[in-house]
């Protein structure tokens, strides 16, 4: 027997419609939207802080995956201190449209994408970008934080809480000897046995190791194509806070630093103790629009009614170096977007949503 539920239901869904926006790319050659909305690229975020003494040269490279804010928080962080001794290189967020989505690869996972990559990827700007980076830069050290899952200590297949190194040596890199040391020294801090931070080899070099799909990734790339030493440092994702995750990678940075003569101030022990504050800035956030040629700032949820051929762009973003714009109603890669009958972009500090802008089309 039919029934009349059912086919009110896809009655109504075949009549509604399935896109009130489209990408404004997809217009070529159509009909114009009837308002445009553009924001500004995501920006390639990049610090580099000299001291007055001399000492090593380390790179830090945080947010390859977006959905492990303890790496490019930590990473974050340290773009706000003083650099006494050493050079410090830091691009906290490398995949700036995955940390704002809060997902691992909003276009697939980046750390897969330093071997090979289509130009036509989303990703490819970035990627390249950090390649020349990591060339120009030719850092004594390359530490790239991530929070995995579980626990190594205690599930060796997990990737959380651990050191990675891709050989015990490499050329003339003794990346299992330095791992070891910070890994001995950052331990005493736990005593719980799962957040304890071991030493994982992966053993990408090897013609036998478990873990090709490394072959593929930023710490290979800097060994073999760019020379350079590479460590991946992993707090976490089950660390049971956001402060925790964080407190593991400036734990495991501070030994590196020790040992590759890199001091800063305020020191890590006084940031490891007023984490709170470093984590939660007491900060306003703002957007500025241009509408239509006038300048509008907004600060909390707002709707706009537009009339038709309205112009609307997002000039700029008041609050962290995480703030931005994403819309969860397209494709996130989009910056010019064509709408035609409405659209709500989410301001945003990193994973954690501010207010809400919506446009509506009357
Ligand atoms: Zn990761």
């Given at each position: 027997?039919?029934?009349?539920?059912?086919?009110?239901?896809?009655?109504?869904?075949?009549?509604?419609?399935?896109?009130?926006?489209?990408?404004?790319?997809?217009?070529?050659?159509?009909?114009?939207?009837?308002?445009?909305?553009?924001?500004?690229?995501?920006?390639?975020?990049?610090t580099?802080?000299?001291?007055?003494?001399?000492?090593?040269?380390?790179?830090?490279?945080?947010?390859?995956?977006?959905?492990?804010?303890?790496?490019?928080?930590?990473?974050?962080?340290?773009?706000?201190?003083?650099?006494?001794?050493?050079?410090l290189?830091?691009?906290?967020?490398?995949?700036?449209?995955?940390?704002?989505?809060?997902r691992?690869?909003?276009?697939?996972?980046?750390?897969?994408?330093?071997?090979?990559?289509?130009?036509?990827?989303?990703?490819?700007?970035?990627?390249?970008?950090?390649?020349?980076?990591?060339?120009?830069?030719?850092?004594?050290?390359?530490?790239?934080?991530h929070?995995?899952?579980?626990?190594?200590?205690?599930?060796?297949?997990?990737?959380?809480?651990?050191?990675?190194?891709?050989?015990?040596?490499?050329?003339?890199?003794?990346?299992?000897?330095?791992?070891?040391?910070?890994?001995?020294?950052?331990?005493?801090?736990f005593?719980?046995?799962?957040?304890?931070?071991?030493?994982?080899?992966?053993?990408?070099?090897?013609?036998?190791?478990k873990?090709?799909?490394?072959?593929?990734?930023?710490?290979?790339?800097?060994?073999?194509?760019?020379?350079?030493?590479?460590?991946?440092?992993?707090?976490?994702?089950?660390?049971?806070?956001?402060?925790?995750?964080?407190?593991?990678?400036?734990?495991l940075?501070?030994?590196?630093?020790?040992?590759?003569?890199?001091?800063?101030?305020?020191?890590?022990?006084y940031?490891?103790?007023?984490?709170k504050?470093?984590?939660?800035?007491?900060?306003?956030?703002?957007?500025?629009?241009?509408?239509?040629?006038?300048?509008?700032?907004?600060?909390?949820?707002?709707?706009?009614?537009?009339?038709?051929?309205?112009?609307?762009?997002?000039?700029?973003f008041?609050?962290?170096?995480?703030?931005?714009?994403?819309?969860?109603?397209?494709?996130?890669?989009?910056?010019?977007?064509?709408?035609?009958?409405?659209?709500?972009?989410?301001v945003?500090?990193?994973?954690?949503?501010?207010?809400t802008?919506?446009?509506?089309?009357?």
């Amino acid at each position: 027997m039919e029934n009349p539920w059912r086919r009110e239901l896809i009655k109504a869904l075949i009549g509604a419609p399935l896109l009130p926006f489209l990408p404004v790319n997809a217009f070529a050659g159509h009909k114009r939207p009837k308002v445009q909305i553009e924001l500004p690229p995501f920006p390639i975020q990049d610090t580099y802080l000299k001291g007055e003494k001399k000492g090593g040269r380390i790179l830090i490279v945080g947010g390859i995956h977006g959905n492990e804010p303890g790496a490019y928080k930590a990473a974050e962080i340290l773009r706000h201190v003083k650099v006494k001794r050493g050079e410090l290189f830091i691009a906290p967020r490398m995949n700036f449209v995955s940390i704002l989505a809060n997902r691992r690869g909003y276009n697939g996972d980046m750390n897969r994408k330093f071997a090979h990559l289509s130009p036509k990827d989303p990703d490819y700007e970035r990627v390249k970008w950090l390649k020349n980076y990591v060339k120009e830069v030719k850092p004594a050290l390359l530490l790239t934080l991530h929070d995995g899952f579980g626990f190594h200590s205690v599930n060796p297949r997990a990737w959380g809480q651990c050191i990675v190194i891709d050989e015990e040596r490499y050329r003339n890199f003794s990346l299992g000897k330095e791992a070891r040391l910070v890994s001995k020294r950052v331990n005493r801090f736990f005593k719980k046995r799962e957040w304890r931070v071991p030493v994982y080899n992966t053993h990408t070099f090897s013609p036998k190791t478990k873990h090709p799909e490394q072959r593929k990734s930023l710490t290979y790339f800097c060994l073999k194509e760019a020379n350079v030493p590479a460590i991946c440092l992993e707090t976490s994702k089950q660390m049971p806070n956001l402060e925790l995750k964080v407190k593991t990678h400036l734990l495991l940075l501070k030994e590196f630093f020790a040992l590759h003569s890199v001091e800063i101030e305020p020191g890590f022990d006084y940031i490891i103790s007023h984490l709170k504050e470093f984590l939660k800035p007491n900060i306003s956030y703002s957007v500025n629009l241009n509408i239509n040629g006038r300048s509008v700032l907004v600060s909390s949820n707002r709707t706009f009614k537009l009339p038709k051929n309205s112009r609307v762009e997002f000039t700029s973003f008041h609050g962290t170096a995480g703030t931005n714009a994403v819309s969860p109603d397209v494709n996130m890669n989009f910056r010019k977007i064509g709408i035609k009958r409405r659209i709500a972009f989410d301001v945003k500090d990193d994973f954690r949503k501010i207010f809400t802008v919506r446009f509506v089309v009357v």
